[in-house]
């Protein structure tokens, strides 16, 4: 890449654009909070999205391929992407050399979905694409995108069962009516026929390279029979244990459930819900049964993640199942919390919260000795709107990703159920060791400052008046306010805010203050790093790497 | 005609303090919030219904509301409720609290429209909303006037001169443009466990005071009284440009001046000494109005007449106007609101006097 285009004169828009954005990408969520409505919520994240386009149209992309950006913010920037033409919208950083004809246009697309599928899971990226389908979006580069991710996944046999339905939908309008028609129509005369393997034409040969086997790292026989499966015109299909191990048990479960691993315990309750399975008279059709089915189920299948697991604590222990699950092997702390929150904060669950915590370390964190303030008001608790305990679940865990993070720590948590902040910095100062000061104050709170507004700020600035401190103190926000335009309510000018809904993004946005400071070398960095970004979407090299 | 002490009313509740025995005041530009909470044993939580889901509403005529409770519990009704209705009615709102039986209803002739021009009566709705509370002086004046419909309207048209929202007799419209606002500022207060009652103030002055029948109801009506009622008074505050006192800042540098100490010690004393000023300030002012007797005049107009219900009562003290439910001397519901146009200071001079005068012995040689 050459150097950047970015003029001087649109350096400080760039600049508060990128500030503003870095705070939504890693702080917005579609759902309504404690405080605003999920319409007010998803209209602050486009608006953002929409300023930022307009501004230079890598910017949203360059924010959703940052480590943390949340997955409603990342889909948000993918389909704006897709809505737009290829050259619609002004490259006002990226030489438009650069951008299209070297490819980093498509790598950045593909780092945001690498992203996006990394950091929330393959339903995410489905959702994204059905959300095309409702837009009525189907250009030929958000054709190839889809097809690409779709076909090139390394695990697609797995997921053409556990979402079958979603899949097909999006592959039909990606394709289109005709296309799947035509598309099924060949599968159907070299599959279903087998043994009599008739011969292809030239143009079906074609029309299946083109639309499959240019995105499918396999052999053509085995993509029409995934996609006869996909369609449900697989009737007279037949799959083998050795070729498709998992459509071969999902066969056998459409006649008997008993003793099946490998086939997802939803897909299994849908077989043995329908009135047309063999087994449904015997096993489903009385509340006894369901509940008894259910529970056989759950204690058989061997496919469900760890995560998933933990969140079912709760329906396991009341189907009555005993079925141990290793907590430590749970990556995702909301698990974790939400499990606690409901059924009690059991040593082992704080032993596996730890650890986690331990795990998401953040790898060469610039400060060392840092002081923490959690506040623990009422209002974290979030409410009837809001997922409960969300807020509260995210301050502790980034408070202990933090101290993992150190090498010395301090932690204070307000008292009472209004959050006095106040009080519990000045504590905080207290329990400085001198000699190991601080290098940085975290103060993890929604902003709502209840005795009074401003205190807080008010007792940071005299500190820093006072004792000539130039320490950094970041506020540290699980929510965003819809009526701040998305962002973190701040506490006062005499923080830095950050919007943390995983605190892997904490680094990110610290690196983001570099900003700050040297805006054009920060987005220098970001260009390059999506530049040499591992991604293709063609076949071989997967977008999934 | 009774009187009623305000402190004989509020007995039993306190408000909450941190643990160096401060009271807790929570602020927003000009307006603090004191809540109040009690012992267990008087809060009954148990004997009434929630009443935002187990009334419904009804009118067959301009002016009056009828509650029904399809619960088997009786339903104390909040002070000054509203219904907004997307019916093609007429919006209507209460002028004070009431009182339902179980399974019973209740109908309120001294009701008023809140909605000029529209027509039409609404029927099995609960869609309620409060009064916003710069309205409750205005209304609770009007109770017992069951002539006609337009209790309401001239407080409207206050309520938007004072926040500028051009209501006309619409009080829709002054939702319509803030209801964004007030829903944030939900977020503003914390609601305490055990809350049984909230004291606020503008400028220092006591203006609001309400005392609810049980802490579960307290939780029911929390977030209306706060975003409807109490928000109006934020709103007010913000058109006016009022803000907060930097009341740490005044008080550091004068602590600083007399104290040759490290910072860290001087904050928190500074701390500590704002904290313990914003509680003398507070408690002063809870004196004050706790030492107030009101005239309580019964009030009839659809209260039930059974035995065991609580009764009703209008208070009048000079500058403070209000309403209390009570039954064999246990106040379930107490609201009070000072009069707009009474100015404590003027007062606090006069009784000053009088104090003096009181204190002076008789002439003798």
Known sequence: MENLVLTQKSLPAVKQSLIDGLTIASGSKSSATYYHSRDEQMKAIHGQIDKLYKISKELPLILASQKGATGQFVSEVLLNEFKQTLKGGACNIVNPIDWYDNGISDKAVLSALNNLVNDNGLPYALRLFVEMKNQKINNERSRKIVLGFLWGQPNIEFYAIKYRNKIAQILKHVYGQKKTSILLSIANKQTVYNGANLVATEKETKIVNENILKYFNGDANKAFKLLLFLFKKDDDVRYFADEFPLLAEYQKAKVNIVGIKSIPEEVLLGLISSVKHPQYHSMWSTDIQKETTKALIRSTVEVTSVNQQVRQTKSTAKLGVEKHVDLEKATDFMALYKTGYENGFSHEILVAIGKLAEKKRIQGFFYQNIGIVVDDSMSMTGNKVESKNTPRAIADFTAKVLFASVTNSVFVMTEGFASDLASSFIELLKQENPAKPYDAVFIITDGYENAYDGMTNEVIAIWRAESGSVIPIFQISPITGAEVGGNVRALGTGVVTMAINNPVAIQTQINARLLEIDTKRWLENQVHALEAAPVKRTKKISVNV | ?365
């Open chain 2, 1 to 365: 005609m009774n009187t009623k002490n305000l402190s004989e009313m509020l007995k039993g509740c306190r408000p909450v303090k941190d643990k160096d025995g401060n009271i807790i005041v929570q602020s927003i530009l000009n307006m603090q919030v004191v809540c109040l909470t009690a012992d267990a044993e008087y809060s009954l939580d148990d004997r009434f219904a929630n009443p935002l889901t187990s009334l419904v509403s009804s009118n067959s005529s301009y002016g009056q509301i009828t509650f029904t409770n399809k619960e088997n519990k009786e339903v104390i009704l909040p002070v000054q409720m509203a219904i907004l209705t997307k019916q093609q009615a007429q919006n209507h709102g209460m002028v004070k609290a009431g009182y339902v039986e179980p399974k019973a209803n209740t109908t309120y002739h001294d009701a008023g429209c809140i909605q000029g021009g529209q027509t039409g009566y609404f029927n099995g709705t609960q869609e309620f909303r409060m009064i916003p509370v710069s309205m409750r002086e205005m209304l609770f004046d009007k109770i017992g006037e069951t002539s006609g419909y337009q209790n309401i309207y001239p407080a409207i048209q206050k309520l938007g001169e004072d926040t500028k929202s051009g209501t006309g007799n619409y009080l829709n419209i002054y939702f319509e443009k803030y209801d964004k606002k007030l829903d944030q500022f939900i977020a503003h207060f914390e609601r305490p466990k055990n809350l049984i009652g909230i004291i606020v103030l503008i400028d220092g002055e006591i203006v609001a005071i309400d005392k609810f029948p049980s802490f579960r109801y307290a939780e029911q009506v929390w977030d209306l009284m706060i975003r409807d009622c109490y928000g109006s008074l934020a709103i007010i505050s913000e058109l006016n440009h009022k803000s907060a006192v930097n009341e740490f800042s005044q008080t550091y540098e004068e602590l600083k001046k007399s104290n040759r100490t490290t910072i860290v010690d001087l904050l928190e004393k500074s701390l500590k000494k704002t904290k313990e000023r914003m509680t003398a300030n507070v408690n002063e002012r809870i004196q004050e109005v706790l030492d107030l007797t009101f005239d309580a005049t019964p009030d009839t107009e659809g209260q039930s007449t059974s035995i065991r219900a609580p009764k009703s009562f209008i208070l009048k003290a000079e500058g403070y106007i209000g309403q209390v439910l009570t039954e064999n001397e246990f106040n379930h519901l107490v609201s009070i609101i000072k009069r707009e146009r009474f100015n404590p200071n003027a007062f606090r001079e006069v009784n000053e006097l009088r104090n003096k005068a009181r204190r002076q012995k008789n002439f003798s040689l």
